[in-house]
Structure formats: C-alpha cells, structure tokens
C-alpha cells in the first residue's frame, strides 16, 4: 500500500498541463487542476480533478522488468464536479479535542440521483495522511464550489407546524436543516402562527440578504408563499393590481418542502413527494421557471395559483374545512362521501358556441377543473392534468358534465389507476390560456337544499373554489388567466409542450 502511515508517498502534482495522458485517455482535452494519490475504498488511486470531473483508477502492483506502465492503472471511475455539494477534512474523532483530530484525508459530499426522481446525498472519501497535500486539494475543491453562483448561501424558511400531522417540524429539523448546515446555507426560520402570517411576512420583511424563500408544509402553505413572493414583486414593481394584464416574476425562487398531506405542488415540481430530494435541488441550486395563473373577478385580483377545481373539488373542500377537528385523510374521505352524496343527475342539453375568439360551452357540470402543472400526488400518480407540463405556455381545462352518481365515482377511481380518466362521454377537456368561469344560482348537480340553501341563490360567502388545497370563494364570475413562467421554484423540469387559446363560460 502506498498510503497508511505518515509522510507516505504522494504523487507529483500536475497544474495547468492538459488532461490527456495515455492512462486516462476518457478525460482527453480537459485541463488538470491536480493530480495525486489518494486511498478511495481501501485502494491505493491514481486522482485527477479537471475542470468538470474528478477521475480516478486503482493503482495495480509493478510488472515484472519489461511491463508496459498502462498496466499499472486498473479500470476507471469518476465523479462530475456539480454533483459535489460540500467538502470537509477527514479526521479521526478525538473526545479530547473536536475536531481536532488525527488527519484522515478529505470527504466529500455528493448529490447521487436513484430510481424514480428520487435524489439522495453520499459521501467519497480520498484518504491520504498528509496534511500539505490534502490542505492544497481542499482549498481547490472549496474554490469549486464558491464558483456554482446559482447554489443558495443565504435561504428564508417558512415552517407551518400545523400541516398534516403536525410533523413539519421534526421533518425540518431533523432531515432538512442537517443538509443544509452541511450546504454551508445560512437560515433564518420562521414558524408560522396563523393563517396568512407568510402572506403578511413576505410582504413586509427585508428580503434582500437571502437567495430564496423555502417553505415546509402543505399545497395551502407553498400557495400561500408562491402568492405572497408574487404580490410582493408586483408592489414593488408599482403594478396596478386591479388591471393585471402582465405581472411581473417573483424576485426570489422558492423551494417547497413537501409536508403536507398531497404535496400536489412539490410532487409535480420534483416528479416525486420526497423531503430529502426536494432539499437537493435546493441545494444544488436546480431551478425550474413555472406558469401561474391569476384568478379575478369583477377587475379585481383574488390570488395567484398554478391550479384550481370549481365544483365537486370546491365544495369537496369546503365541508372539509368544516371537519378540521379530524385527521386529513378521514377529513378528505368523509368530505368526499358527503359531497358524493348530494349528486343528483338532472337533464339538460349541453350547449356549445365556437363563434368568435372566444369558445363557450354552457350546461350542467359536476366539476370544472383549470390547472397550469400536472399536479401530481399519491391518489392521482399519473396527475390529475397528465398532459399538462410546468412551463409550456398553457393549461389544462377538465369540465365533467352531469352523470349519474356511479358514473362519476368510476371516473374518480380512474386517477388512480393506469386508464384514462377522461375517456367518459360526460368529460371534456381542452389545452387553454384563458378562461371564465360563470356559475348561476343553480343546484350545478348538487342537492343544496340538503344543507338548508336555496339552490336558485347565490351563496352569501360566494361559490367554493379549492385553489392550490386553499379555499377561495367568489360569487360571481372568476376569470383565470395564464402566465407564462412567472415564478421560478426549486426544483426538476419537464419538457416542453405545444400549447393553443380557447376559453370557455361555463353556466
């Protein structure tokens, strides 16, 4: 072994020369920034860092007099440079002096990516004894790293300790905040109190000294964040908020950390409901530009959100918000149940004018669903809006017309399943960038005066809206329009689609 005690030898340093040498023919035409020997799971290596991967191959015994040198490397390995998220000296623990220790080598930190968009973060030790040579390679891998400038140094959290099962919490300090210690990320934590306390949070605190705004909890706490960063920087940008034709993009990006029951947002963004992946990205700085929709009515804004469900999702929810004392999963199946259950199917011919700019579509509806990202989650793994993409320019329009209550439930059930949830003849679905919702005081499919309502008047509250998990209620007409890449969020990307206008006044 050539390493193992110290003053061992160490290989010659090479800087500036090319990194083509005939015993690492792969890294042809990369510059060599170091070059040396390191002991990498209990073999002794020949290590290379170039400019974009740290390479390394086993160094093999001596052949006999007359060998060819090739052979004394065995087979390669290596390990991209951005892949690396934090660098630290080995040393043996010394109770006595912490981190004081017998020198070991050096650690690094890396992001790994596994099956299922699943990230992971793994560790590779170069051992060597020498504290001059892994002095000079720890300083050239922590240059490296201060030069990734799109990588957080400085990030605001927003913890809602009331999500799901109230787990917030121990789920950030106890899996996130390690990681991003470990990052180097300065933090400055908030826990949330009430209801809209991010909202008026955001709206008023000094944001310029951090990087981006990160938020653990649900779908309600990340909507509330991504609404609140974009009416910030309209406020700022002096924006009329009542004539908002073309809002201004969010000054800071926004990482979600899913805690939440569904975690619709972080699952779609990340393309799985997953804490530690979701740190990564942030960590590694991934950035994803994301469409947003604006919800008005009457000429003025209500809010900004990536989703929303009018109909059987609205009042799905709103009698949910009723039962708060249980659990969220029985709250969500109870309220499921009692919505299902004032279904009634009532006759009326469907009607359609494409006269115009403007496509209208008018009749009885079960559910009216408007989403701007494929809002994956456990119960819909395909997402509710499959064909919808995070960015490509428009959205996905879902009407279910009336049916009966067994027809209904048998769409529903196709969410979860691998069949096509639209293929009924009682849902319609469009590729939009705009749309107006009109709903008359009408029972829509629903037994209202089940709850004691008249089913010819307008709710006193307005019609519920489920936006984004959040309740929104609105008694007259909601105008959703699309906004492309407004908001950037932490996290992976999925590819592009094509995308056309068509709007429709449902009644």
Known sequence: MLLGKRGNRVGALEEGAPFGCPQLPEAVAERVLLRGIFEIQRESCDVVLGERALRWRRIQPELPAGGSKCHQLGSGESLE??????VKLKRRCSVKQPGKGTLLGITLFICLKEQLNKLKDSTLDLINLSEDHCDIWFREFKKILEGFSSRPKALKILLN???????????????????????????DVTITEYEGHALSLLDECEL??????????????ASEAAHALLLR????????MDCLLTPVGAQLPLGLIPAGSTNVLAHSLCGI??????????IMGH???VDVCTFSSAGKLLRFGFSAMFGFGGRTLALAEKYRWMSPSRRRDFAVLKALAKLQKTEQSPESDHSGQWQTIQGQFLNISIMAIPCL???APRGFAPDTRLNNGSMALIAVRNTTRPEFVKHLKRYSSIKNQFNFPFVETYTIEEVKIHPRGK???YNQQEEGGDPATVPESGFPWNVDGDLMEAASEVHIRLHPRLIRLYGGSLEEMNDSKVACNCI
């Not at 440079?81 to 934090?86: C, T, Y």
């Not at 009331?162 to 933090?187: C, D, F, N, W």
């Not at 990087?211 to 779908?219: E, F, L, M, P, T």
């Open 208 to 221: 310029q000294g951090f990087d981006g705004v990160v938020c653990v909890g649900g779908d309600g706490s």
């Open 377 to 379: 989650c456990s119960v």
């Open 81 to 86: 440079l951005e892949d690396i998220f934090s």
């Open 443 to 445: 029972s829509n499919g």
């Open 161 to 187: 300790p009331q999500s799901h099962r109230k787990e917030s919490v121990q789920v950030y300090y106890e899996k996130v905040e390690p990681l991003l210690k470990l990052a180097g990320i300065k933090t």
């Open 233 to 240: 920087a309209q406020k700022n940008a002096g924006v009329e």
């Open 287 to 289: 950035i994803q530009t």
């Open 273 to 282: 409901s997953h804490v530690v992946t979701a740190t990564m990205h942030i």
